[in-house]
Structures are given as C-alpha cells and as structure tokens.
C-alpha cells in the first residue's frame, strides 16, 4: 500500500497546477460548508439558547385548547388545583426532567398616573422561574439576587421608554378576572426586561401571589407549566415519557392536556429548520464541485497514461492494483482537499471570533456571532469527501484497468 | 517452453473480415534467442502479444512453459505475465514518476509482492549487470535513449523470467547504441538462459540471433535455425 500511495501522490505531482486547483476547489467548497455551518451553529445555539432558556423552556403542557387562544390570554383555560397536582406527581417521577415552573398568563391595563396601556403578563414563582429558565434574570437590566419580590413588577424594556418609567417607580395594574370583575394594585418597577424573539418574548412579568390576589382566584390555578429538561436532545424521549398526560381526560371525556416542545410553540424552529436545509443545499453542492472536479481529474489522467496504464498491465500488474492506484489519487486529492479546508476553516473561524461580528435578529440587536468548528461537523465532512472522491474515481479506475495491454501500448 | 498450434487471429473491420495470422503452428524451446522477422503488417506483433499473452487468438491454442493460456482470465493472464514473461518495448516505457532503481523494482513490488531485502539485492545485481548502478536515482527524463533501454532490460529481468519479448528494442536507438544494446541482451540471455524472442526488422539484431522465423502475410514462410 505504500508503494501504491508513493505512485500515485508522484503522478498527482506530475501535474501539480491541476492537482493544485483540484485541491483549491475542494478546499473553498470545505470552507464554505464548514463555516456556513458554525455560522448558523452560533446563530442557531444562541437563538434557540434564548427561546427555550429565558422563555419557553423545553416543554411546556396546558389545558386543551389554551394554545390556540393564547393570544387571548384566556383565563378561562387554566389548569386546576387537581389536574396540577396530577402533573406535578409525574413530572416528579420523570428522571429527564430537571425542573418545571408555574405561570399565570394575563392582560393588564398598565398606568403610570400619567397614562395607560395594556401589557400582557406572566404571573410567575421567581424561584422555580430562575432554575427552569437560567437565563431569565440575565434578561432583566441592573438585576439583583431576588429578581422579583411579592409587590413588584418586570416591565418589558419597549413598554419602560414608551411610558417613560424606569426602575424603582410606582404603578398601577388594572385587570379583570374570569368572572369580569375589575381589581388594580399598585407595583414597584423591579426592573427592565430585554425582548427576545419569539412569543411571550416581550411580556412583563411579576409575582405569581400577586396574580391570585388580583384576579382573586383562591384555588390553585395556572395557565401553563414550563419545563426543564436536563438534556435538550430527550425531549422526544420525554415527551414519549409524558404521553399517560394525554390520556388525562376532562368530564366531557376528552382530552384534558395539550403538551407541546419548543419546537411546536416558537416560529423561530421553522427558521432553524430553513438553516438546516440551506445547510444540507451547501453540502450538495460540496458533493458536485468534489465529484465533478475529481472525475474531471481523473478521466484526464486515465486518458493521458494509457500508454503507461497499458505497460502496467503488460508487466502483470493486477487490474486490482491498477483500480487501487487510481482510486488512491482519487483519495488523496479529497483528503488534501478537505484538510487544508478543515485548517483553512479553523483560521477563519478563530479570525471571526476575534474580529467579533455583531448582527440584529428582531428586536434583538448587537448579537455577536461566535462561530466554533463541531468536531461531528468536521468529521461528517470529510467522510462526504473521502466517499464522493472514491466515487468519483470508481468509473475511471475501473476504466484503466479494463484496457487491453495491446491497444493501450498502440497508444502514443 | 511455447507451443503455438493451429493459430488464427482475425478482427472484424466494419464489415471486412482481417485475418492477421492464418492457422500458424511453432515451437520455440528453452533458452532459444530467436527474431520473428516479416514486412510491415505481416504480423509479427500480433503473433508476439499472443505468445507473450498479451492477447488471444481468435482460435487455435498456445501452451508457455506447459501452461494453457487461452483458458486463462485477464486477472490469471496478469499473474502469469508477471511470473513468467518479461516485456521489452520499442519506446522502452518506463514509469516517468519512478526513478530507474524504482522503474526496476516495480514488478518485484507491485506484481511479486518480495521483501525489501531480496528487492534490492536483486534490483543492485541487475543495475550493476546493466551497467546502470551509477544512474539508480535518475529519473528516465534525466538520462538517454540507450540507456532507458538499459533500464527496460533490468526491469524485463528482475522477475527471472523464463522469456521476455522484445518488440523492436532498438528501433528508437542510434546504431552505436543499438550494438550495446543488443550485446547486452545477448548477454543476459546467456548469463540467466532466458528466452529471447524479438519481432524486429533490425538486421543487427537478426545477425545475432539463433533462429530467425519469417512471417509474411500471417503465415510462417521460412524457419531457419543458425549455428553460431
């Protein structure tokens, strides 16, 4: 095998500017999947980072139909005392589940003394909040170890400058109950709150007792509960976990519960999956510049070595051999190829973290973007490489060692 | 060491039928330096490719060193050419990307598989008997006509052949060289007792040889045996 690479790495050096280009073409066709994917890995993992760790969470359950009439806010939809306790004994149970959270969800007609607006609101247990969403508190400006207390409210950062109201200030919220009955308490500002993108991702926030007391609700009652998972990739796994949730009927023997991921309840899962398939296009694209430029390669140098090929084979090389050699310059132009890419893309990526690119996505601006090479990236590219620039070299190896020894030496 | 017997080689040419070698039947025994001579066309190559297994005839049978070879498959064809026969060639066709020591060891690692030991004592006893051993690590671009033909001896002969064929080895060489050449040729024909056998129009070679076969039209017209 040595002496079957040493031959074929000289006949590639025979013609080095073409071996040269070859290589460049796959090297840029690496680069660009390489760092499309890092790319969009960093916009992605932040993005979906943000969603699901300061909003969604990764499951979320809710009483049927409540998820169609979000927009509503419906009160109406809770859960009650005795459907959360049944939730809460198997979410207990569950071993992916790291921790859950309860939420009111509501509207509010905001005052300021001066003027008034509406907000929507999650009516939230700021401890169970914080360790089922761990970047919730890094969302809110100035934040303190108690990010809200009994009496205080987080107001979305838009609402904070439309209203001119900022951190420490008093205000008034006035909502209506389920019943229409009209109730106002008065709040501190705790503080400021950034939007993310996606929905809920502009609501203020303020304690779930407050809730209770202003839409007098004495029971045990909640509009959504926000999981945790310890590891993102089970949610399938958990959710397959949590199917007897859905077999929980109501008293008109229908089902009781809705529970959707992530994926179901943010848009910005569409957008990931739009990243995954521009993704996939580029590496299709990868696939046809290495396979046309290696099969252009090596059908030249089938064609230019005939009379050599043809000598070959009169001493007595195998037709074996004769694959092997070619196929092993297939290979080495692919492994050149996606190696100096791999390098060449780790240069880039290194000089992107340094430069710090910064874009807005939304409402969200001055992200920056930290691109890192996945090592299963890498790998599953350069496995594209090496089988497309065997493949690629299959047909013209099989041609040379088919050639009749007799009219291969007749060549000139 | 070759038996040819009712041999027939014909190609289909559009519609034309081409008999190239017409129920032609020879034996050429151990140790024989012998020239196949005839004009242009009249077969001479086509009867070597088939004797060197090279080719097959279209019928008749050909037995080397009491081996059926018309039998054989292209793969056996191969394993057969690379433990028996040794090819010298016109334009002596060496590997441009291996150096004269590697163009020599070729066969002995891509064909006998040796260990690198025996490789290179054989490859240095055949440079040396070539008179190339100060040359091993040119390549052939880098050295002259004579002596790629040189080369091309030592690589026919490293494998200890029982026959090597030679197809006009001295047509692309100047007279001088041509002399050497062959001098060398004879020289290893009677140092290892391999069989020669030429296909040439080349008078110094059929002057030097022990038995000159003539082909006309595909058909032996004359075999004459020398004394020498």
């Avoid at chain 1, 959270?101 to 509501?106: A, L, N, Q, V, Y």
């Avoid at chain 1, 099969?295 to 009169?314: D, H, P």
């Avoid at chain 1, 001055?366 to 496995?383: E, K, R, W, Y």
Wanted: a positive charge; proline letters at 3%.
């Amino acid at each position: 095998m040595k002496n079957i690479v040493k031959i074929s790495y000289r006949n590639l050096m025979r013609n080095s500017r073409r071996t040269l280009l070859t290589t460049s073409l796959i090297t840029i066709g690496v680069l660009f999947v390489l760092l499309y994917g890092a790319l969009s890995n960093s916009f992605k993992s932040y993005m979906v980072g943000q969603i699901t760790d300061s909003m969604l969470g990764h499951i979320q359950i809710h009483k049927k139909g409540y998820i169609a009439s979000v927009d509503n806010l419906p009160l109406d939809k809770n859960l009650n005392q005795k459907q959360v306790e049944k939730i809460t004994k198997i979410l207990d149970e569950n071993e992916n589940i790291e921790s859950y959270t309860f939420r009111i969800k509501m509207g509010a007609v905001f005052s300021n003394y001066v003027s008034s607006t509406n907000i929507r609101l999650n009516a939230i247990d700021p401890k169970r909040e914080k360790s089922t969403l761990p970047l919730f508190s890094s969302r809110i400006k100035d934040s303190h170890k108690d990010i809200l207390k009994k009496g205080e409210i987080l107001i979305p950062e838009l609402l904070a400058k439309g209203m001119g109201v900022k951190k420490g200030d008093s205000i008034v919220l006035v909502a209506n109950n389920k019943k229409g009955s009209v109730n106002g308490m008065n709040f501190k500002v705790a503080g400021v709150i950034e939007p993310i993108t996606g929905p809920g991702g502009r609501d203020g926030y303020f304690h779930i007792e407050d809730a209770r007391k202003i839409l007098r609700i004495k029971e045990v009652e909640v509009s959504e509960i926000v999981i945790r998972l310890k590891d993102v990739d089970k949610i399938k796994q958990t959710m397959e976990m949590l199917k007897p949730l859905n077999e929980m009927k109501n008293q008109k023997d229908k089902p009781a519960l809705e529970i959707h991921s992530w994926t179901k309840l943010s848009p910005f899962y569409n957008i990931v999956k739009m990243l995954d398939l521009m993704s996939l296009s580029i590496k299709v694209i990868l696939i046809s510049i290495v396979l046309i430029s290696i099969l252009n390669v090596m059908i030249m140098s089938v064609y230019e070595r005939i009379k050599e090929i043809g000598t070959i084979a009169a001493m007595g090389t195998p037709p074996k051999t004769i694959i092997k050699l070619f196929l092993t310059e297939g290979l080495m132009l692919g492994v050149l190829g996606s190696f100096i890419g791999i390098i060449v893309s780790f240069i880039v990526v290194y000089a992107t973290n340094a430069i710090g690119i910064t874009y807005s996505f939304g409402r969200q601006s001055d992200l920056v973007l930290h691109p890192t090479l996945q090592l299963g990236d890498i790998v599953n590219i350069s496995i594209i490489v090496i089988v497309i620039s065997l493949i690629a070299s299959i047909s013209p190896a099989i041609k040379a060692a088919n050639l009749n020894p007799v009219d291969a030496l007749r060549q000139n | 060491m070759i038996k040819a017997n009712n041999l027939q080689k014909s190609y289909q040419m559009g519609e034309i039928n081409l008999e190239v070698i017409k129920n032609l039947s020879l034996v050429i025994n151990e140790g024989e330096f012998i020239s196949i001579v005839g004009p242009s066309g009249s077969g001479k190559s086509t009867l070597l490719n088939m004797l060197g297994c090279l080719d097959k005839p279209t019928s008749g049978e050909i037995s080397v060193d009491g081996q059926d070879i018309t039998s054989m498959n292209k793969t056996q064809l191969a394993n057969f050419r690379g433990e028996k026969i040794g090819f010298i060639f016109q334009s002596f066709n060496l590997i441009p990307v291996l150096s004269v020591y590697e163009n020599i060891e070729y066969p002995l690692i891509m064909i006998q598989n040796l260990e690198e030991n025996e490789r290179k004592k054989r490859v240095f006893e055949l440079l040396s008997e070539v008179g190339m051993s100060d040359q091993a690590n040119k390549f052939p671009n880098q050295i002259s006509g004579g002596q790629r033909q040189r080369v091309a001896i030592a690589r026919a002969l490293v494998t200890s052949p029982k026959i090597v064929f030679a197809d006009e080895p001295t047509a692309n060489l100047d007279s001088k060289t041509s002399y050497q050449v062959i001098d060398l040729m004879r020289k290893m024909h009677k140092e290892h007792n391999t069989t020669f056998i030429f296909a040439t129009h080349d008078e110094k070679i059929v002057s030097m040889v022990n038995r000159i076969v003539t082909i006309v039209d595909g058909e032996i017209t004359d075999d004459k045996r020398i004394s020498k």
